[in-house]
């Protein structure tokens, strides 16, 4: 059974920075495309940033040169480098798993963590 579990939000100024963390039960955290997501309020979910099975990353353009996404293969946990916050950083971040096939998205969510950038 494989469960993700975001933690490490929080409310942090205009240029400050947090580091999400996502343990992963039930599965190695490598095996699959892993990514994060951010949900604001009135707004749709929006990619983040996400790392493929061969290690390979990419960041939205929104946050590219700001956060980075990384494996803790030894803590089987995916982490979200949060530099540089802006007020429009503020939502809902999720991490989630790839399906086996890429092309069928995620099949399984964390519940969130909140970041607030006030």
């Known amino acids: 059974h494989v469960q993700l579990v975001e933690s490490g939000g929080g409310s942090v100024k205009a240029g400050g920075s947090l580091t999400l963390s996502c343990p992963v039960s039930?599965?190695?955290?490598?095996?699959?495309?892993m990514a994060w997501f951010r949900q604001a309020p009135g707004q749709g979910r929006e990619g983040v940033a996400a790392v493929d099975s061969d290690g390979r990353t990419g960041t939205a353009d929104s946050v590219k040169g700001r956060f980075t996404i990384s494996l803790d293969n030894a803590k089987n946990t995916l982490d979200l480098q949060l530099n540089s916050l802006k007020t429009e950083d503020t939502a809902i971040y999720y991490c989630?798993?790839?399906?086996?096939?890429?092309?069928?998205?995620?099949?399984?969510w964390g519940k969130g963590t909140q970041v607030t950038v006030p």
């Open positions: 039930g599965d190695t955290v490598s095996s699959r495309y």
């Open positions: 989630a798993r790839g399906a086996e096939d890429y092309g069928d998205g995620m099949d399984y």
